[in-house]
């Protein structure tokens, strides 16, 4: 079944709006997730590391004030897309890390959330 | 150079054959290789996870890797029309965890035709 649950699958939204992005880790706690962002033909773009209780982590050229993270519980990390313009259209995905014990295993995502700004 | 190199394809094979995929990196650090698959409009979702070198097998999916190349593979054996999506490899050099240690290729585009 699925690890990781995430909401919606698509929005369509007018420019200007803000869109929220929730995550959901249904197996286990995550202290840390992870917002990642797609184009067609393109890899993964990490964007961001969520972490439960603090600040989120802005990778470089992302801007933290358009993209707001929320990291309120274990088991929730939500994105808010700002003030959303057409460019902000995207596949957004966010994941899991599994650990066993202390080590890193693999990342488990969401299904991705399909955002058109019009 | 990039870090990680995977042909885009499309790859497109007829039903029953094996499928090679392949990713090369320039970072001999990475020490933790996965492979995963992403059907259209979907997240990606794990499929073969191996650590150093070596192969291993699961089912009709069989991963190897090659340290000593930087060169690592994803073989199906008796190819089918639901394995047709994009094949993402991933590796990371380290065990503490964290997407940030991460890097994906771009994915193959695999078509199986009926």
């Known amino acids: 079944g699925a690890v990781v649950s995430q909401h919606p699958s698509w929005v369509i939204c007018k420019s200007g709006t803000s869109v929220k992005i929730e995550c959901r880790s249904l197996?286990?706690?995550?202290?840390?997730m992870f917002w990642y962002r797609q184009f067609p033909k393109k890899s993964l773009m990490l964007m961001a590391t969520?972490?439960?209780?603090?600040?989120?982590?802005?990778e470089q050229g992302v801007e933290k004030d358009k993209f707001l993270i929320n990291h309120a519980s274990l088991t929730l990390s939500t994105l808010t897309v700002t003030s959303a313009h057409p460019e902000d259209s995207s596949f957004y995905i966010c994941?899991?890390?599994?650990?066993?014990?202390?080590?890193?295993?693999?990342?488990?995502f969401g299904n991705g959330t399909r955002l058109t700004v019009t | 150079q990039k870090e990680v190199e995977q042909d885009p394809g499309p790859l497109s094979v007829p039903e029953g054959a094996i499928v090679s995929l392949n990713c090369t990196y320039s970072?001999?650090?990475?020490?933790?290789f996965m492979w995963y698959r992403q059907y259209s409009r979907k997240g990606p979702e794990l499929l073969m996870y191996?650590?150093?070198?070596g192969n291993k097998e699961d089912g009709r999916f069989t991963a190897q890797v090659d340290k000593s190349s930087k060169y690592i593979s994803l073989f199906i054996r008796d190819s089918q029309p639901s394995d047709s999506a994009t094949y993402l490899c991933?590796?990371?050099?380290?065990?503490?965890?964290?997407?940030?240690?991460?890097?994906f290729g771009k994915g193959t585009h695999l078509i199986i035709q009926p």
């Open positions: 994941s899991v890390p599994h650990h066993r014990g202390l080590r890193f295993t693999a990342l488990h």
């Open positions: 197996d286990f706690q995550a202290t840390t």
């Open positions: 969520s972490n439960e209780g603090s600040k989120a982590t802005y």
């Open positions: 970072n001999s650090a990475f020490q933790y």
């Open positions: 191996t650590y150093s070198s």
């Open positions: 991933a590796m990371s050099s380290y065990s503490g965890g964290g997407a940030d240690g991460l890097t």
